[in-house]
T-cell receptor, first 117, second 115 residues
């Protein structure tokens, strides 16, 4: 089956620094990728929809300037957490559905555990 | 708008016992339905999916789910639970007509398995 690779799986950074998370679709093209955030013992909350070649669409309440999304190619989307603070510590997961297809399932990356100290 | 309700936050079952996790959805037409499993600190693994055809869907690891349109439900079942099934289970709904829309997830059900 299709694979979505997310990197890094775990990162610890100092408060005030920026962290970039990559999400790659390995064997299919994804015009659209999705970024979710998951707090401990909670469900996945959609943060933004990443669109190849255009601006991302952010969900209400998600700061665009803090969570920068770039979708430069059909197989790569990046999420950069800028000026990270401890409250940004969370589990971030990306997802992609194959472009142009109907009834396509969503494939998920392995997730990135971000800890801001 | 799409929504998913998983009424049970936490379920504990004995190893070898049967399991049913409930999922109700809200969607204007026939949705695309999924069950995912997540182990601690891991991403999501697809257990099974439904978009048309036979309403009883077989998945991996011995799981199955039944789509009941009249009840807007898509409950997950397993006849005999193994200790390795302990995890978080998420039901999700998607719009089948568009591959560019995200899935909407329920809040999840945590499954504990006791000896």
């Amino acid at each position: 089956g299709a694979v979505v690779s997310q990197h890094p799986s775990r990162v610890i950074c100092k408060s005030g620094t920026s962290v970039k998370i990559e999400c790659r679709s390995l064997d299919f093209q994804a015009t659209t990728m999705f970024w979710y955030r998951q707090f401990p013992k909670q469900s996945l909350m959609l943060m933004a929809t990443s669109n190849e070649g255009s601006k991302a669409t952010y969900e209400q309440g998600v700061e665009k300037d803090k969570f920068l999304i770039n979708h430069a190619s059909l197989t790569l989307s990046t999420l950069t957490v800028t000026s990270a603070h401890p409250e940004d510590s969370s589990f971030y997961i990306c997802s992609a559905r194959e472009s142009g297809g109907l009834y396509t399932e969503a494939f998920f990356g392995q997730g990135t555990r971000l800890t801001v100290v | 708008a799409q929504s998913v309700t998983q009424p049970d936050i936490h379920i504990t079952v004995s190893e070898g016992a049967s399991l049913e996790l409930r999922c109700n959805y809200s969607y204007g037409a026939t949705p695309y339905l999924f069950w995912y499993v997540q182990s601690p600190g891991q991403g999501l693994q697809l257990l099974l999916k439904y978009f048309s055809g036979d309403t009883l869907v077989q998945g991996i690891k011995g799981f199955e789910a039944e789509f009941k349109r009249s009840q807007s439900s898509f409950n997950l079942r397993k006849p005999s639970v193994h200790w390795s099934d302990a995890a978080e289970y998420f039901c999700a709904v998607g719009a089948p007509e568009s591959g560019n829309t995200p899935l909407v997830f329920g809040k999840g059900t945590r499954l504990s398995v006791i000896a």
